[in-house]
């Protein structure tokens, strides 16, 4: 069996068919032969190691996406050979300083990046640096273009032509106004999607995510005048606080209001009537961005162009009849 | 300054002052000094990682608890100067070979567990191995007792407790039947806290989670002849059940039933009314779980005992008048 084959199977799984990893796996199991990491990285200069900056967030109300999305990365990281390192400023840290404390101490082969703001420092800083990266959101032009994205906009337009195709003309966005790029997206489609079917579109956003604001907006809205007969919100989240609003008002989501949202959160299933929604392929995010990632890593190729996923419509009885 | 204030400053930030702390650190900025992680791990044998074997999961339907809990713990080992490494056996591989790599590998400095079985292998095979670790969740005895958990036992009978003041006597436990021992200690708690107040109580369990199967199942039991006054769910995700079942029986939460569960979830927030629950206290979780596993690798001594940690009661409108 050549060195070659069994660096392989050590480093490089994946390059091997099955059942050669299989004989390698039992011959080295049998040798009981245990390569140090530390020997190891010094001498090949990687890690197998993916850093992921995991934002900040409340252990008490995180990120309802994060642990789906933690999981396909692990899954998919996992797959080619690699571990998910989390990582995070030191207190007193810059985001910059914690990525050159890691690239500067050849900790990781390379980062994963999620969150991605517009102008983001952490982009700006692993480009000028040459670091491999990919992002899950994209990056401004002049800088890397190893980003994976949803297509939020398309999927936002296609939600808001399934409302006009049953006859709305008076719908509003629901949004969020923290400046987030995705919500921004979301409100863009909706922008989009409303000029193109002639509709009357309002917006109307709450400052941040917290539940009692989201259900005391949405109530102001229905008990209101200008009442739409269909809410486009900008995420699952906010369409709980729909439920809850419509509940309290008397008004029935379905029949007297459509409501679609996005992102399809798992504990939607819980809502009656169900609700429509986009549904973020979290897998194929997590293997693109993998594979973009160790691309540049292994085989030192940067993507030319980012890649923009579509997002899946799941149509149910929220939307009405 | 000592070259051991320097070594500090890079290795256990915490044992300095803060204004040393901030003094070393200008001074390693300005000399631009950037230690070899590699290097320093060979030299040292630390590598201020600690590995945390994540559970397999659904990404489109996660565990909710999961994000909390590790953000906590991405925060509490961030505070002593340690980062989380994701890790999960590789294709084929079993528990102990992952666990068995990481060690031989030198990778981690210790093991963070979640999610712990009755003999749960990964515990019998780091104690085997006298390889630090920590679990959240109970060890057996004779095996290390560096664990930490949540006194559910406790917890639910205090919410018996509640039902009983309040007058209740016919009461249900919706549980859910796959034994894991946090459910378990929940269903425990349940019946142990009904003898004590000579009530009436049955069980109804579910074979998973899926939401479908949790609101059948619980309208069967709000239609059938032996309905109970109240029920307390094993978890919060059991409780969302509840409140559909509740609302296609026309049965209403808070006045025909009262309603009790555990986890305190995020989501539970546009429940209406408000769910009566027991809140995980994540952050003090993560924390002694981090420091309960400091203490064995750099300090070699393990705990004698376990720590039980109270789960806080919340009261909310669904427990009734």
Redesign the interface.
């Known amino acids: 069996m050549s060195r070659q084959t069994i660096s392989n199977a050590l480093n490089a799984?994946h390059r091997l068919r099955a059942e050669t990893?299989?004989r390698v796996?039992a011959l080295i199991?049998e040798l009981g032969y245990?390569?140090?990491?530390?020997?190891?990285?010094?001498k090949s200069g990687t890690?197998r190691?993916i850093a992921y900056p995991?934002p900040?967030?409340?252990?008490?109300?995180?990120?309802?996406l994060?642990?789906?999305?933690?999981?396909?990365v692990?899954?998919a990281a996992?797959?080619a050979?690699y571990?998910?390192?989390?990582?995070?400023p030191?207190?007193?840290q810059s985001q910059e300083?914690a990525l050159?404390?890691l690239i500067?101490?050849?900790?990781v082969d390379g980062f994963l990046l999620s969150d991605i703001l517009r102008d983001d420092p952490r982009v700006a800083h692993l480009a000028a640096e040459g670091f491999p990266f990919a992002a899950f959101g994209r990056t401004e032009p002049g800088h890397p273009q190893s980003w994976v994205d949803v297509d939020s906009v398309q999927a936002v337009i296609e939600l808001v032509g399934l409302l006009a195709a049953r006859g709305h003309r008076k719908v509003a966005f629901l949004g969020s106004s923290s400046g987030q790029p995705w919500m921004d997206d979301r409100r863009d489609g909706f922008l989009a999607g409303v000029r193109r079917h002639g509709m009357a579109g309002q917006e109307f956003s709450v400052p941040g995510d917290d539940?009692?604001e989201i259900?005391a907006a949405t109530r102001e809205l229905l008990a209101g005048r200008a009442r739409p007969t269909a809410i486009v919100a900008g995420g699952d989240w906010l369409a709980?606080?729909v439920?809850?609003a419509a509940?309290?008002e008397g008004v029935e989501i379905g029949a007297d209001l459509a409501l679609v949202a996005f992102d399809?959160l798992?504990?939607t299933?819980?809502?009656?009537p169900a609700l429509t929604t986009v549904?973020l392929p979290?897998?194929r995010i997590?293997e693109a961005l993998v594979s973009r990632l160790l691309r540049i890593v292994e085989d030192g190729v940067t993507p030319q162009a980012g890649l923009l996923l579509p997002g899946e419509l799941v149509v149910r009885p929220s939307l009405g009849p």
């Open positions: 799984p990893l299989e796996t199991e245990r390569p140090d990491q530390s020997a190891r990285a010094l890690r190691i995991t900040v967030d409340d252990p008490a109300n995180p990120n309802p994060m642990g789906g999305f933690l999981e396909a692990v899954s996992g797959e050979g571990r998910i390192l989390l990582v995070r030191r207190p007193g300083q050159d404390e500067a101490g050849r900790t539940p009692g259900v709980l606080g439920y809850a509940r309290a399809d798992p504990v299933a819980f809502l009656q549904r979290l897998r997590a």
